[in-house]
């Protein structure tokens, strides 16, 4: 029996990969946060939601990196990530954001 087929075109507008100047930071999940990192990562997360309300997804996307360089355990920082790739529609990045996500949630709480 053959699996459903699944369209995951998101729009049909494409946007070439040289188009995205944002990059995208891959955490280091080995680091442990400390209080001041958490801290600082909160600073760039609230900046970060500032600029996607206000629609600059990209500076959104270089705040939630370093968010998440200072708190790569936070599965919500990649959520909201991803929300900015969804927004932007590159899906690419999306989908590594969200592969990310889902090996972050699945880590045992100890090593988070």
């Not at 729009?11 to 400390?34: L, N, P």
């Not at 936070?74 to 909201?80: R, S």
Request: glycine share 0%; charged share 30%.
């Amino acid at each position: 029996m053959k699996p459903p087929r699944i369209d995951y075109q998101m729009s049909r507008k494409r946007i070439d990969k040289d188009e995205v100047t944002c990059e995208q930071f891959m955490s280091d999940a080995s680091v442990e946060v400390t209080e001041d990192m958490q801290d600082a990562s909160d600073e760039r997360r609230i900046e970060a939601l500032s600029q996607f309300r206000e629609g600059n997804y990209e500076e959104a996307i270089k705040h939630f990196n370093e968010a998440i360089k200072l708190n790569p355990t936070c599965a919500m920082l990649y959520a909201k990530r991803a929300n900015c790739y969804v927004k932007m529609r590159v899906q690419m990045l999306l989908l590594r954001t969200v592969i990310l996500l889902l090996l972050i949630i699945q880590m045992p709480l100890h090593l988070r």
